[in-house]
């Protein structure tokens, strides 16, 4: 099983900016979602949402972030409104089947003016 994510980049604060994460095979997860990583800092919850759409945030992110799954494509999305600069970090796609976790490939997410 792999993970692909994709959507990371530069934007100015209060921008916006849309992860998705594709997961390869057939495989059904009990939970997928995102984590982020700051240099030096580490690696943290962003959101996820399980295989009942039980959604769950950092606090940080409440309000202005939103997870969400395709579950027919077997994918994830991660809607990031109201950037700001603390939200910099590179962002991983994660996925949980049965205790065991998948990871992607981590994405660059850049806020600056």
């Known amino acids: 099983v792999q993970l692909q994510a994709s959507g990371g980049g530069s934007v100015q604060p209060g921008g916006s900016l849309r992860l998705s994460c594709v997961a390869s095979g057939s495989v059904i997860f009990n939970a997928m979602g995102w984590y982020r990583q700051a240099p030096g800092e580490q690696r943290d919850l962003v959101a996820d949402?399980?295989?009942?759409?039980?959604?769950t945030y950092a606090d940080s992110v409440k309000g202005r972030f939103t997870v969400s799954r395709d579950y027919a494509k077997n994918m994830v999305f991660l809607q990031m409104n109201n950037l700001k600069p603390e939200d910099t970090a590179v962002y991983y796609c994660?996925?949980?089947?049965?205790?065991?976790?998948?990871w992607g490939q981590g994405t660059q997410v850049t806020v600056s003016s």
């Open positions: 949402i399980t295989s009942s759409a039980i959604t």
């Open positions: 994660w996925a949980n089947r049965f205790g065991k976790p998948y």
